[in-house]
C-alpha cells in the first residue's frame, strides 16, 4: 500500500541544520507532486514547500525561503528538505505528502487541501 515514511528530525540548536527524508512506496512517486507542511499545537497546518514531479518547479513559504530547500530523487523515490539557519519558531512536527491531482495547482497553491496522502511526520525542536 502507499507509505509515505519520514525521517531526519531531532534537536539542534538556532542556526544550525537538519535535512529530512521522505521515502515513498506504493505509487508510482514520479507522477505525484510533493510537499512538506508543518502544524504546531493548536495551529493549522501549514505548506512550508512543495515540489514538482520533475522538481523543475518549486515553492516556499516566506518564513523559509532562503533558508530551506526541497529536492527529490525520482530514482530513490524520496523527497528531501534541507533546512539550515534553524530558528526557535521553526519547531514542531513536518509532515510530507503526495498529490495526485492537477501538478501545477498543487505546487503553486502549496497548501494541504491539495495533498491526498500523507506521511506520519517528524519531529523537529530547535532550541538550546
Known amino acids: 500500500q502507499l507509505q509515505l515514511v519520514e525521517s531526519g528530525g531531532g534537536l539542534v540548536q538556532p542556526g544550525g541544520s537538519l535535512r529530512l527524508s521522505c521515502a515513498a512506496s506504493?505509487?508510482?512517486?514520479?507522477?505525484?507532486?510533493m510537499g512538506w507542511f508543518r502544524q504546531a499545537p493548536g495551529k493549522e497546518r501549514e505548506g512550508v514547500s512543495c515540489?514538482?514531479?520533475?522538481?523543475?518547479?518549486?515553492k516556499y513559504a516566506d518564513s523559509v525561503k532562503g533558508r530551506f530547500t526541497i529536492s527529490r530523487d525520482n530514482a530513490k523515490n524520496t523527497v528531501y528538505l534541507q533546512m539550515n539557519s534553524l530558528k526557535p519558531e521553526d519547531t514542531t512536527v513536518y509532515y510530507c505528502?503526495?498529490?495526485?491531482?492537477?501538478?501545477?495547482?498543487?505546487?503553486?497553491?502549496?497548501?494541504?487541501?491539495?495533498?491526498?496522502?500523507w506521511g506520519q511526520g517528524t519531529q523537529v525542536t530547535v532550541s538550546s
Open positions: 505528502a503526495a498529490a495526485r491531482g492537477v501538478v501545477a495547482t498543487a505546487v503553486s497553491l502549496c497548501t494541504p487541501d491539495q495533498y491526498d496522502y
Open positions: 506504493g505509487f508510482t512517486f514520479d507522477y505525484y507532486a
Open positions: 515540489i514538482s514531479r520533475s522538481g523543475s518547479r518549486t
